[in-house]
């Protein structure tokens, strides 16, 4: 089993950046394949990003390509999301996730064993 912890999250101005981390424990990360996904007020939990085990293989949602970039450190044990260009509709609380079917991209919350708590994400206009 493992345990995520997000951080990161704050207020930003249309057009900054921010950087979140996912620090793991429990297990290393090489085990799973990971995910961020985000959840505004009123909607659904929505995939963001995500990748395999070891990194090389990423996917992206529409709305984020191009401006967010999913990374980890296996050595490290985290995974982060450099977030670029935001704007005010990337508001919400963002979550990273784990899967244990490290080989393949997943991008359904269904597929995620293991969640965060979630950090806020509020871009200002």
């Known amino acids: 089993q493992v345990q995520l912890v997000e951080s990161g999250g704050g207020l930003v101005q249309a057009g900054g950046s921010l950087r979140l981390s996912c620090a793991a424990s429990?297990?290393?990360?090489?085990?799973?394949?990971m995910g961020w996904f985000r959840q505004a007020p009123g909607k659904e939990r929505a995939f963001v990003a995500a990748d395999t085990w070891s990194g090389r293989v990423t996917y992206y949602a529409d709305s984020v390509k191009g401006r967010f970039t999913i990374s980890r450190d296996n050595a490290k044990n985290t995974v982060s999301l450099q977030m670029n260009s935001l704007k005010p509709e990337d508001t919400a609380v963002y979550y990273c996730?784990?899967?244990?079917?490290?080989?393949?991209?997943?991008?359904?919350?269904?597929?995620?064993?293991?969640w965060g708590q979630g950090t806020q994400v509020t871009v200002s206009s």
């Open positions: 996730a784990a899967n244990g079917k490290k080989d393949y991209i997943k991008v359904f919350v269904r597929d995620y064993d293991y």
């Open positions: 429990g297990r290393t990360l090489s085990n799973y394949g």
